[in-house]
């Protein structure tokens, strides 16, 4: 069982969300996608300002296995971006749920898709059935 923080919402993409109090929400990858990628080398964040559909690519998180898509679990814009991984993406192995967050957006619509910390445990479950 992964230790999943329950104040946050996760997709089926692997991405946390944190709802915070000036409305915008706070976007990045959770601890099992971090330990699937392994030691990330790069990551590219998005620019603040830029407009971004639910679903559309976000980010660009690589490892020395793998480059993988970060996608948006909602629509609106681009207020802050975590720069502190462009000089230390591994920040997000060591601290998923906190230092290693990626995206602030401020949604143009509601939160849909997501899930609480305990239906993303079941999801996680099912997947190594």
Same mark, same amino acid.
């Given at each position: ?10 997709? =089926?993409?692997? #991405?946390?969300?944190?709802? #915070?109090?000036?409305?915008? *929400?706070?976007?990045? +990858?959770?601890?099992?996608? &971090? ?8 990551? #590219?964040?998005?620019? *603040?300002? &830029?407009? !971004?559909?639910?679903?559309? $690519?976000?980010?660009?998180? $690589? ?5 993988? @898509? ?7 814009? +681009?207020?802050?971006v975590?720069? =502190?991984?462009? =000089?230390?993406?591994?920040i !997000? ?11 602030? !957006?401020?949604?143009? %619509? $509601? *939160? ?5 910390? %305990? $239906?993303? &445990?079941?999801?996680? @479950?099912?997947?190594?059935?």
């Amino acid at each position: 069982m992964n230790d999943l923080p329950g104040d946050l919402y996760y997709t =089926n993409e692997h #991405e946390w969300l944190r709802k #915070e109090e000036d409305g915008s *929400i706070t976007v990045g +990858i959770t601890d099992y996608a &971090q330990a699937a990628l392994g030691d990330l080398v790069y990551v #590219e964040t998005p620019e *603040i300002g &830029q407009n !971004i559909d639910a679903g559309g $690519e976000m980010a660009v998180v $690589e490892s020395v296995k793998a480059a993988s @898509d970060v996608y948006s679990p909602l629509s609106g814009k +681009i207020t802050n971006v975590n720069e =502190n991984l462009t =000089n230390e993406p591994q920040i !997000i192995n060591l601290d998923p749920y906190g230092e290693g967050w990626i995206a602030c !957006i401020f949604p143009s %619509d $509601e *939160i849909n898709n997501v899930m609480n910390a %305990d $239906e993303y &445990q079941q999801f996680l @479950d099912d997947l190594g059935e």
